[in-house]
Every structure is written in structure tokens, then in C-alpha cells.
């Protein structure tokens, strides 16, 4: 059987959950699948031998940077460090992997690496929520969605964190042999083959957090505590004392986002923990964030990517068993 040939990179720090999943969907034998050609995957690293990860434990890398010479997909799993710059000689491989028509895909800060070898120059790409900020600020000339599992412009991938590893890498399935093939992958991992919705539903989203000593921190607080009621812009210039235009400015400077756009923002994360945390029924929920039923729903799916009742089957607490 045809092998196309996938080299994964390792480093010392690296999660090894990331790593698992790249070889779990590669490097596994599938001949039950029945296809024409299947993956080959080699592990490699700037030096080959034994590297430390995540947990204390060692892999040990048989591999140089060498590999990805004659790789038809290399994927970027990480970076030791989103703060630190990549090496000279990871960049120039990543390069020369991708001018020779490698598809190049990371997970998580692997985006880092890609931004660094200037393949993700002025297109959009994702990583994980926590670093979508920090890879914008690093490299502006990358359109940074924080929104989204991946983004595929063919020839490089990228991807958010963690468990989106396991989203992108059945996408590069289906890509080259389908949803069938990839659905079945899926199947035998005991994984959805397709995952609805975007990262937006898993980041962390504090009510309110905004300076408390000044007008629009002022606002913050007000309108955290009225999000059940209407709340008007000339009602909240007023709470900070200015007029409606100084209002408007201050606040988009202070909060990134005009005040209304903010307030539907607080409202929907407001529903949001209310949908986790208890059984109100979804017309309720509506009611008690200031929106409609259908304007919920509808800026709910916007904001979430999901329905307000499938984030809620998702991510409904539920009590521990009572002890006997």
C-alpha cells in the first residue's frame, strides 16, 4: 500500500495529548478501511534522542529535521514556548517543507511556528483561545479567529487546542478520503467525526471584568447587574457621566466593542452560565438576560456556535451521586 508520509515534530515540553493524537489517527494500521494508500509517520525533532514532556516522562525522537524533506504532510503539535522565539532551523524546515507543496498543519501554538516561518502571512488562522491575543500581537499580518476548531486554506492548517487536535486531523482525513473513511476513524476512536460549533463555547468568559475606578468600569458594573431589563447607550452615558458620543468612544477604547455589541455579549455569556448551571427552561433564560426567546437563540448560535439546547447538553453541571 502507498504510504503518505506525515512527520510529526516533538520538542522537550511538549503535551503528549497533542502527540497521541496525531500518531493515534496516522500512525495506527487500518487495513479494515480498504483504501487505495494510508499514512506512514515518522516523529521527528531538531535533535533526534530522548526529549521530556508534559507529565515527566521521556519520548525518545529517532528522527531529524531531515524528514520533513520528503513529507507530504508535517504537522506542528505545539511550541515549548508562545513567548519565545521559534528555532532558526524548525522555521527554515517548515519553509522549505511548504515551498515544495508539503501540507503544513498545526495544533494549538503550533500556530506560533507557522506565524514565524511566514506561511500564515496575511490569511486567517486559529489557535488555542488562551494564545489567540498573544499570536495576534506576535504577528499582525495574520487574521487570528479565536471562534473557530480549525482553519483550512489547503496548504496550511491550523488549528486550536488541545482536543481540536483530534478535529483537524479527521478533517485532513476526510480531506484525502472522505467523510465515509473518516466518519469510520472516527468510530473506532470513539470520537464525533464532526464536532459542532467553535472554541467560542469552551473559553472562558467572566461577566463584567473591567477597572472599577473609572466611568465605563462604572457601566461594567451597572449593566452586569441589569442585564434582565433593556439598557439603552443614552442611559448607560448617563450612569458614566458623559455625554453620548464621549460615551460611545471611551467605552469601544476601554472594552474593545460598541456598548450595545457589549451588553448582547454580557447577556449571551450570562445565558450561557445559566444554561450550565441549572434547569430553567430556555424561554426563562431568555427573559432573565434582557433578550427575546428568538433573539436569544438567534445571537446565542451567533456568539456560541451552537443552539442554546445542545450547549446545554454539552455542558449541564450535574450533581455527584450521593454517597451510600
Avoid at 520533513?68 to 514556548?81: E, N, Q
Avoid at 496575511?122 to 489557535?127: D, L, R, S, V, Y
Avoid at 465515509?180 to 470520537?191: F, G, H, L, S
Amino acid at each position: 500500500m502507498r504510504r503518505h508520509r506525515i512527520a510529526c515534530l516533538a520538542f522537550d515540553g511538549m503535551a503528549p495529548f497533542e502527540l497521541s493524537t496525531v500518531a493515534e489517527v496516522f500512525a495506527v494500521p487500518r487495513p479494515e478501511l480498504d483504501v487505495d494508500w494510508w499514512y506512514g509517520f515518522e516523529l521527528c525533532a531538531e535533535t533526534p534522542g530522548p526529549h521530556r514532556v508534559v507529565g515527566g516522562f521521556d519520548i525518545v525522537v529517532h528522527h531529524g529535521l531531515d524528514r520533513l524533506r520528503y513529507a507530504d504532510t508535517v504537522i506542528v503539535p505545539g511550541v515549548a514556548d508562545v513567548r519565545r522565539d521559534v528555532s532558526p532551523k524548525v522555521l527554515d524546515a517548515l519553509r522549505d517543507a511548504h515551498g515544495r507543496g508539503a501540507r503544513v498543519v498545526s495544533i494549538c501554538s503550533g500556530a506560533f511556528a507557522l506565524a514565524a516561518a511566514g506561511l500564515l502571512d496575511g490569511k486567517e488562522a486559529t489557535t488555542h483561545w488562551r494564545h489567540a491575543r498573544l499570536l495576534q500581537e506576535r504577528h499582525p499580518q495574520v487574521k487570528v479567529d479565536a471562534s473557530v476548531l480549525y482553519v483550512d486554506h489547503g496548504s496550511v492548517v491550523t488549528a486550536a487546542g488541545t482536543a481540536a487536535g483530534i478535529d483537524v486531523c479527521l478533517h485532513v482525513v476526510r480531506t484525502d478520503h472522505g467523510a465515509d473513511v473518516a466518519a469510520r476513524v472516527a468510530r473506532r476512536m470513539v470520537v464525533a467525526a464532526h464536532r459542532e460549533g467553535g472554541q467560542a463555547q469552551f473559553a472562558e468568559h467572566p461577566v463584567g471584568r473591567a477597572p472599577s475606578d473609572d466611568p465605563i468600569g462604572k457601566v461594567v458594573r451597572y449593566a452586569s447587574e441589569n442585564l434582565h431589563r433593556r439598557l439603552a447607550v443614552d442611559e448607560l452615558a448617563e450612569v458614566a457621566h458623559l455625554s453620548v458620543r464621549q460615551f460611545e468612544r471611551r467605552f469601544a477604547d476601554a472594552a474593545g466593542l460598541p456598548p450595545g455589541r457589549w451588553v448582547t455579549q454580557q447577556r449571551i455569556r450570562a445565558g450561557a452560565v445559566l444554561l450550565e448551571s441549572a434547569d430553567t427552561p430556555i424561554e426563562a433564560v431568555a427573559g432573565r438576560v434582557g433578550l427575546t426567546v428568538a433573539g436569544f437563540r438567534h445571537h446565542f448560535r451567533e456568539a456560541m456556535g451552537v443552539s442554546p439546547s445542545t450547549y446545554r447538553r454539552q455542558f449541564r453541571s450535574r450533581p455527584a451521586p450521593p454517597t451510600p
